[in-house]
């Protein structure tokens, strides 16, 4: 969309068609020879291959042999389903791992050029985990670099050849290199079981052998069939080299334009010259970059515009990549956190504006809840008369932290129209997890997206009860248990409430991290005597419950859920 139109470096030297195939001549010359070459690599690489699986089989054979079963059958005796490393530092300090870890280096130094690992592992025949019994580390390495250290688990599940040296009791060797992303190198890797005198398995030795000669063509096969070719291709392209470029330069350019086209820079052009029969190829190649370029840019307004109303976060829960072949009855299914967040007391802010005022409160008050839900990894999916919803498919801290920042910014919001002698905002904010299920509805001529989901309900049944306790953000007890991190958090338990749809009454907790400082402080340093006083109201203790509250609001005047609790123990004690 408005790419600057690029052109091409021109095709120069245009020929006639018909003598341009005769370079085609020395062309296929040599992709002959690079298939000669390949091939002569590929039997070299392979009779090298077949040199070192037979090397590694020998090896494996002899060396199995070498291990002692009794420090085997010791160390295989400390594994346990969850070893500490305590555990596993005193099981490399014991004398049969030390005896194991030698003949491992043993076998390692027979072949110092050509062994890089030898490895011993316990493995069960029947699963497909085994676990370290002793390793190496690198060569070289300080501090055991690399190693794998006892009772380390493994998955080979894939790892064919190892599966068999377990259940065929014989050695078996891949049969194919490997390469090491952590050290680059390729390897060939084989292994042996270890058996006791009755035959049962013990562990499985693994060695893995440099394997970078089998990768190498030896340059004396290489160089001695390139002589051979250049003498006989050193006449094909002295004569067909002008007439092949003359060809594949222009395919080459239109290539290289076509790649820009796929690439999306719909702005790439091929410079049109001179009179062969090439040039009628790059006329309509430009007129369809033209025609592409247009689609595109208004292909590509129109997705912006459809976003505003569905967002791509929508359509990702949707498992679709775009609003094509979207159709009612599609939808999504998962867990996730909603937030409802409300303007308080809207419709008496909204008497004394005019509409345009109305329009722009709420847009600055969205303004600062979508970049917030943004931030955090959540989504907008629905926009209120005077609240919104979103979801976050990730963890709730996202979404409490989320709800944190939509009040932090409001505060900031409100100095600023106080400033202007203009009342403040204030905003609830509900939050609950569960399933939920986002899909389209509607008819084959209109669709519109929708929410199904008791967490919905429940948040904005929570973010009413923002209004009940005057507090900022309400947290269902649900969403609050699914906290990693809860300590982190400003919380304490302000009661049990009854939601509607729901039969039994949920615990909700106050979120209050978006207070003042100073609130914040004397309200995490008096949580304790709170939720006492909490548990004394709901046990219809009012008496006590009323002193504590009190005695809190003493301390932080601020502090206005204690405020609604005492003169809600005010009320009660006088019916």
Request: hydrophobic letters at 45%; a neutral charge.
């Amino acid at each position: 969309m408005g790419e600057k139109n690029t052109m091409i470096p021109r095709w120069k030297l245009p020929l006639r068609i018909g003598v341009k195939l005769l370079a085609a001549l020395g062309l296929f010359s040599l992709v002959v020879a690079c298939l000669t070459t390949a091939v002569t690599r590929r039997i070299v690489a392979d009779m090298t291959l077949k040199d070192l699986r037979q090397r590694l089989d020998l090896t494996l054979e002899m060396a199995s042999e070498s291990i002692d079963r009794s420090s085997l059958q010791s160390l295989r005796s400390r594994l346990s389903p969850d070893l500490s490393a305590y555990q596993v530092r005193l099981a490399e300090s014991t004398a049969e791992y030390r005896k194991l870890f030698s003949q491992l280096s043993n076998i390692r130094e027979v072949q110092p050029g050509l062994v890089l690992w030898s490895y011993l592992f316990a493995a069960d025949e029947y699963s497909t985990t085994w676990r370290y019994l002793a390793d190496l580390p690198d060569r070289g390495a300080s501090n055991r670099e690399g190693m794998n250290h006892f009772g380390k688990r493994e998955d080979i599940g894939e790892w064919v050849s190892m599966i068999n040296a377990m259940k065929q009791r014989r050695v078996t060797v891949n049969a194919r290199i490997s390469h090491d992303s952590k050290t680059g190198r390729w390897t060939l890797a084989g292994y042996a079981p270890v058996l006791d005198r009755d035959g049962s398995l013990l562990g499985v030795l693994g060695i893995d052998m440099d394997a970078s000669g089998v990768r190498a063509v030896p340059a004396s096969v290489f160089l001695l069939f390139l002589a051979a070719m250049l003498s006989a291709l050193t006449l094909a392209f002295v004569i067909s080299l002008f007439l092949g470029q003359s060809i594949t330069h222009p395919l080459h350019i239109l290539d290289f334009a076509v790649n820009r086209i796929r690439e999306k820079e719909f702005g790439a052009r091929v410079e049109v010259t001179g009179a062969d029969e090439n040039i009628q190829l790059a006329a309509h190649f430009n007129a369809m970059a033209e025609t592409v370029q247009e689609h595109s840019g208004n292909l590509l307004r129109l997705k912006a515009a459809m976003e505003r109303f569905v967002p791509e976060e929508f359509l990702g829960q949707l498992e679709a990549k775009d609003f094509i072949g979207l159709a009612a009855g599609d939808y999504g299914q998962k867990e996730m956190t909603v937030l409802s967040a409300d303007i308080r007391s809207f419709a008496k802010i909204s008497e004394i504006l005019t509409p345009g005022e109305d329009m722009e409160l709420l847009n600055s008050f969205w303004n600062i809840v979508a970049p917030a839900v943004r931030r955090f990894g959540g989504f907008v999916t629905q926009y209120t008369c005077d609240g919104v919803m979103a979801l976050f498919p990730g963890t709730p801290e996202e979404g409490l932290r989320a709800a944190i920042e939509i009040q932090r910014r409001l505060r900031e919001f409100n100095s600023e129209r106080e400033k202007s002698f203009l009342a403040a905002v204030r905003v609830g904010i509900g939050l609950h997890c569960g399933e939920v299920i986002l899909g389209l509805v509607g008819d084959g001529k209109r669709l519109e997206k929708a929410v199904i989901s008791d967490a919905a309900a429940v948040a904005s049944r929570l973010e009413e009860f923002t209004k009940v306790y005057k507090a900022d953000i309400i947290i269902g007890r649900g969403a609050a248990d699914r906290l990693e991190n809860a300590s982190e958090f400003g919380l304490r338990f302000l009661g049990r409430v009854k939601v509607k749809a729901r039969t039994e009454a949920i615990d909700v907790l106050e979120v209050f991290d978006a207070d003042p400082d100073d609130v914040r402080a004397r309200k995490r340093r008096g949580a304790a005597e709170f939720e006492k006083a909490v548990v004394h109201f709901h046990d219809r203790k009012f008496r006590k419950a009323e002193e504590i509250f009190s005695k809190l609001l003493e301390d932080n005047p601020g502090d206005l859920v204690s405020e609604t609790y005492r003169d809600e123990c005010r009320r009660q004690r006088k019916t």
